[in-house]
């Protein structure tokens, strides 16, 4: 059974019900000014230029450096991206670095948060800031501790058809506050395919 606790039998303790609540009002803010922005226009937008949203999932393979033994990880990642004809919109991501591992050391990620993007012919560039949680198995599995983390990053698409965008490079900066030994950060980029659903 893996020990949900720093070594030393301290409780991690990095998610309390105050970060998780503050989270949850941060996302929610930021659903309900993009729900609002359609209906407030202070202009008349031309007919091919106004509001909607668009729902595109997708998949990439990802390499990271970890600043915790200087480590370098291989993993996967699934998104979804909700966004704007306004160039704003929403990222959840989940991302699981499992191979290349030594000693067994491997993490998983879980954030959410605003994504701006804009169009340049085929190419989509875009920036995000997100925050969720941060899951981190420790060498020889020692211990396992849930962790706050916030991500910096940005990346760039490439529509190859109408629905079908190649996610050429996703670079992300994450910053783990509170963790066991000190702050830690990783670095990371990521490449794969999304998918406009509607």
């Known amino acids: 059974m893996k020990s949900f606790y720093r070594f030393g039998g301290r409780p991690c ?3 309390d019900s105050s970060s998780i609540r503050a989270l949850v009002f941060a996302v929610l803010v930021v659903a309900g000014c993009l729900a609002a922005s359609p209906a407030a226009r202070a202009q008349v937008v031309e007919a091919g230029n106004k509001g909607g949203t668009s729902v595109s999932a997708g998949a990439a393979a990802s390499g990271y450096y970890v600043q915790y033994g200087e480590r370098k990880l291989l993993g996967i990642s699934a ?6 004809r306004r160039r704003i919109g929403i990222e959840a991501e989940g991302r699981w670095l499992d191979f290349h ?7 998983a990620t879980y954030s959410i948060g605003p994504r701006y993007h804009f169009n340049l012919g085929n190419f989509q560039p875009y920036l995000k800031g997100m925050a969720g949680t941060g899951h981190f198995n420790f060498p020889y599995n020692y211990a396992y501790g849930n962790y706050f ?3 910096a990053g940005g990346g760039l698409d490439y529509r ?3 629905r079908i965008y190649v996610r050429a490079a996703d670079f992300e900066y994450q910053y783990w506050p509170q963790f066991t030994y000190g702050a830690m ?4 980029v990521s490449a ?3 998918v406009r659903i509607f």
Not at 185 to 188: A, K, M, R
């Open 101 to 107: 591992q030594t000693a067994n050391v491997h993490l």
């Open 160 to 162: 190859l058809k109408s």
């Open 13 to 15: 303790g990095i998610l």
């Open 79 to 84: 998104f979804v991206d909700a966004d704007t």
């Open 149 to 151: 983390v916030i991500t």
């Open 185 to 188: 950060s990783t670095l990371g």
């Open 192 to 194: 794969g395919i999304r």
